[in-house]
DNA sequence: ATGAAAGCGCTAACAC
DNA sequence: GTGTTAGCGCTTTCAT
């Protein structure tokens, strides 16, 4: 059953039906009432390979992310398929897993299915895998990277704003021992946030003390990991400032092993703002970074890079700010915490 | 840049290129070589909707699930997706919002697409809304539901294992009044729990009190609201056991908030097996179905029904079994559970 | 406003 | 073993 079909049927010609199923105003309305009605009759259904196949447009975008297991990126997926729909879209959706053996084999297969855009959420790959794209045109969304180029958009996010008001929100609270456990440093948005966290210290006067800031891997693990340090070091936090959400979990988690008690014992401030971040218990202060907005951002930058008839050399630069939200895990440092003698005592 | 040009330039035919590319064993492979030199250098890659089209084999398998933000499909969706590109196919990948309206947009873009396959990952959704994909003989695979048909596959979960496993566990703490928190009825797999909970007490001897029975959502804000009713009830329930993990970290939010310990005061027990079961505090104990071994038997139910030259009439049956894994959250049974007062009193 | 017909890039007969 | 060619189902000139 095709649009052949579908022409004989209304007694047209196939030109008529595909102007009628695109709704194209010059057709008699009566003869396009007459498509459709044997459309819906016959049940129907434009095939898109061969639309997308002589239109030379598939309607996919692709999205390249780093896990879908990881809490942070789901919300933006789900967000980035509803305007897409919207928009007569598919996404074409990819998890990295950080493997650029899977990023180079998916950016083959988005370039297969002649996808339209792509928007990159792993906050710092490998640009270098995404040559190909480059040379098809293809526009390009990033979050945190590279220099400005044509058809290659970025959204910058302004780290310092959110975490500026986290360490304030702190330091009001009287702590002035902040760790900070970052992300994995090559990553170009644990390095930014690593940074405000620096900046806004030194802004208010206080010191960094480096053997407060371990480096974590956004994951619980390194979390917990990296918690671990900090506990074997000379100087009890009595704050921690975490690059993400799942690091501050780890530390949660830690600390409930440990005996320590959140916010009592210790304040604990994440980043990101995930769902989950409201119902951990205690539901956890954090840095929003809203994902929501993120993945409208995206889509829109691509949707404009393509409706553009002449792009700008340098590409478009989008901003999306972060901000503190307040909730169970921070309190007003306490001059003798109970802290209780560690289970598990660092090596000898 | 096409296969034209390809063989222009390999001095072959495009006949040859095509076989080349496709690894047809009868080509000469000096030829052969010959044609992926010049693929290579010119950074050709074949046009998938050309091959989808003319081949009739789109390669895209859909993938309908009730919510991405929902902890327990990111894992489903990640193991589905790798397989499925490990066998060359794409998937197309849509969030129903268990709203019908979305459920039948998205039926409706597969078929535009021309899927091969769909896995349904509702968990109980209204079947009509797949008329359409059945009348195409598009094989379908099924989570909990329905009868046997055509080109249909249904993986049965056995949630009686792992259910009658977390009851009698629970009974050997020396636990009787255990509550149940259900999902929402309407969906098979929230039913088929409750009765496997059912019939798992009535087993052992205990009596299933139907005070203590409850029905939430599968979200955390739902085991929030149902421990609130079971809170405000006569009897004290000294265990639950939540049809989910989601519901089951409900109960342990509202826990903390009321200033009920777990697992001194109350055992939890919940369903899945998330991720994130673990990483709770204290830890999940929780009956596990394996979400990649789900997405395994949904992938090769859609690839053995589509290589099956005649469908069985009845389609076949999958099985997935369920087990409980122990954890932090269950404890034997304390006579004099603190219980303190609730905050929110209930209403007079 | 409508129709005839030429492709979009590829695969698969069929011929050699 | 390789080439020629007829489509796959649709959109889009170009006539009319």
């Not at 990159?120 to 390009?140: Q, Y």
Request: glycine share 6%; aromatic share 6%.
């Amino acid at each position: 059953m095709d649009i052949r079909e579908i022409a004989k049927r209304a007694r047209v010609s196939t030109a008529t039906v595909s102007r009628a199923i695109n709704r194209i105003p010059t057709v008699n309305p009566q003869l396009a009432k007459r498509v459709w009605s044997v459309i819906e009759e016959l049940g129907y259904y434009p095939n898109t390979q061969a639309r997308a196949l002589v239109s030379g447009r598939s309607r996919i975008f692709g999205l390249i992310i780093s896990e879908i297991t990881n809490p942070f990126f789901p919300e933006i997926v789900q967000v980035f398929e509803r305007i897409a729909v919207q928009h007569d879209y598919e996404i074409m959706l990819t998890s990295t897993g950080n493997d650029p053996t899977h990023m180079e084999a998916a950016v083959r297969r988005m370039i297969e299915r002649r996808v339209e855009g792509v928007a990159i959420m792993t906050f710092g790959m490998e640009e270098v895998l995404l040559e190909d794209l480059k040379l098809r045109k293809v526009p390009l969304v990033f979050v945190d990277v590279g220099p400005p180029r044509a058809r290659v958009s970025n959204i910058r996010i302004d780290y310092l704003h959110g975490i500026r008001q986290a360490v304030q929100h702190l330091a009001a609270l009287r702590h002035h021992k902040i760790a900070f456990i970052s992300g994995p440093l090559h990553l170009k948005s644990a390095e930014a946030r690593k940074q405000a966290f620096l900046g806004s210290m030194e802004e208010i006067g206080l010191e960094a003390d480096p053997a407060l800031i371990v480096e974590g891997t956004h994951t619980i693990e390194g979390g917990i990991v990296a918690f671990g340090k900090l506990l074997d070091g000379a100087t009890r936090p009595t704050a921690i400032l975490c690059s993400n959400d799942m690091t501050a979990m780890g530390v949660m988690r830690k600390a409930y092993e440990e005996g320590i008690r959140i916010p009592s014992d210790l304040s604990v401030i994440g980043f990101d703002d995930i769902r989950l971040a409201q119902f951990v218990l205690p539901a956890l202060t954090t840095v929003q970074m809203s994902q929501a907005d993120l993945a409208r951002l995206a889509f829109n930058a691509l949707l404009t890079e393509l409706q553009r008839e002449t792009p700008s050399a340098t590409g478009t630069e989008y901003t999306l700010k972060t901000h503190l939200v307040l909730r169970e895990s921070t309190r007003l440092v306490s001059d003798h915490p109970k802290t209780p003698a560690r289970k598990t005592p660092a090596r000898p």
